[in-house]
């Protein structure tokens, strides 16, 4: 970024096998020292390094003319606001909390928070959902901080102009919007929104954070109840759940309106959306615990939520347990079902990674040295990725499983997908591969809502639950294999 007096410039770098998550670093050059033509020696290393995260540098100049440039540093264990005086070197950690204010960089223009002459914005969960700072940086203002009054609890692209503060605001029963909050009115003014809810509220399942054990300590999900019991099973009965791996796997379960989970509980399913050891938003030492394991801790993870739940809570079915995940999340799933067998009766994966060698070996640029870190620096620990690929394992399964996979996935080959069918179906389990011509890593809405369907349809069936609209599936690239007449009576 540029200071607003085109002097100075502040940008981040990092190096491999890092990603910008793992160590990074802030350097600023002051221009008027510098030419065009020069190696720009005046570079100055402003924070960060091998095992410090940096994040979101930005600059601004104080009332007084001060250059001043704010970051995003997770030195103290949390992805902190620090602010960097470059007059005087000085940094200041300018609202210290053991609270992650920043997420993974893994796209640019992210903005996590937002600064100017007189205001600083910034935002932090507390019991899992979060909440907005205001804080004056005017010598004549007020240093603490004030929180927003709204009726999100989730925020992102945060952006300050003048009086104003924009930003997207989502929460657990209403869809993402764009929000102008008035900081001298206290107003806040929903400006559009992404979608208007089109079922009662009282049917939207609002989720709360759990804790469950695992080897290093706690972790945490997210989980959503069934709001109604009529589909399917008796209300006496524990329901069925689902437990879910998120993405990334440097990623987050978070709490916004999501109508795919409320899909599932308006028709008596438990969802369980779990942040595994190696999710972000519980600082760095949490973040830290899946390098070197992955494959493992979140596999470990998703099975103790699930038994956690379904045992100690007494929430959900212990026999009718199922697990879903895409992409990363569809790895933990495949991953699960092969290495812990038999704890979920079924699962589904969404393009999901079968052979992780053959993603280390075939990637792009930012992610060509992320697994070095999550399970071993390659080729040399290649016996440990094949160890780690459930496609190597595959007659270990004892689930029956539904694979969806885009034809031009460039991320994960088909015909992964296609061996993972091949060994459900000599197994004698219940399986079905649907193929879809122009997906790749990732499905549009239409194909989503036909994902969705089918995947009802065959959980319904494996689970022994009758289905909320029991229809047929039409599909044309679609194989199934052992598929049993399972459903309980209504």
């Known amino acids: 970024c540029l200071s607003p007096d085109g002097r100075f410039l502040a940008y981040v770098a990092w190096d491999f096998p890092n990603m910008p998550w793992d160590g990074a670093d802030i350097c600023l050059i002051d221009l008027n020292e510098s030419s065009m033509s020069s190696s720009y020696s005046s570079v100055r290393h402003v924070a960060g390094g091998k095992d410090e995260s940096v994040m979101q540098p930005t600059l601004v100049l104080a009332e007084d003319g001060q ?259 895409e992409s990363a999340g569809g790895f933990s799933v495949l991953a699960a079902l092969t290495f812990s067998p038999g704890v979920f009766k079924v699962g589904a994966s969404y393009y999901g990674i079968g052979d992780v060698e053959a993603l280390a070996k075939d990637t792009h640029k930012f992610e060509s040295k992320y697994l070095d870190l999550l399970i071993g620096p390659y080729p040399e620990a290649t016996q440990l990725y094949k160890e780690r690929s459930p496609i190597h394992a595959v007659s270990s399964i004892r689930s029956s499983v539904v694979l969806f996979q885009g034809l031009e996935d460039a991320v994960v080959p088909p015909n992964q997908a296609r061996e993972m069918f091949e060994a459900v179906k000599a197994q004698g389990l219940q399986g079905a591969l649907l193929l879809f011509e122009g997906e790749g890593h990732g499905f549009t809405n239409e194909t989503d809502r036909k994902c969705l369907a089918y995947q009802e349809s065959f959980f319904a069936r494996v689970l022994r639950i009758k289905p909320h609209a029991p229809e047929k599936v039409e599909h044309d690239n679609m194989q199934e294999c052992n598929l049993k007449e399972g459903e309980r009576d209504a």
Request: proline share 6%; hydrophobic share 35%.
């Open 67 to 325: 250059p001043y440039l704010h970051f995003i540093s997770d030195k103290s264990g949390y992805w902190n606001l620090y602010s960097y005086n470059i007059g005087t070197g000085e940094i200041v950690n300018v609202h210290q909390v053991d609270k992650d204010m920043g997420e993974p960089q893994w796209k640019f223009g992210a903005s996590v928070y937002a600064v100017d002459t007189t205001t600083m914005v910034f935002t932090y969960p507390e019991e899992g959902y979060n909440h907005l700072y205001t804080r004056s940086t005017s010598a004549k203002g007020d240093a603490s901080s004030s929180r927003v009054k709204s009726e999100f609890n989730f925020f992102s692209s945060i952006r300050l102009y003048g009086s104003h503060l924009l930003y997207l605001g989502s929460s657990p029963a209403s869809f993402p919007a764009i929000v102008d909050y008035n900081i001298n009115t206290n107003e806040e003014h929903v400006v559009y929104r992404s979608g208007e809810l089109k079922v009662d509220r009282a049917i939207i399942s609002v989720p709360r954070q759990i804790e469950f054990p695992t080897p290093e300590g706690p972790a945490y999900a997210w989980l959503y109840e069934p709001v109604s019991r009529k589909e399917g099973h008796p209300s006496k009965e524990l329901p069925p759940m689902i437990a879910h791996s998120h993405g990334g796997p440097t990623g987050a379960a978070t709490p916004g309106l999501d109508m795919a989970i409320q899909f599932w509980t308006s028709r008596g399913y438990s969802y369980l959306d779990v942040n595994y050891r190696g999710s972000t938003g519980h600082g760095r030492v949490f973040r830290n615990l899946l390098r070197g394991k992955w494959g493992v801790a979140d596999v470990e993870d998703i099975v103790s939520a699930s038994r956690h739940v379904a045992e100690v809570l007494h929430l959900a079915d212990p026999d009718r347990l199922a697990i879903q995940g």
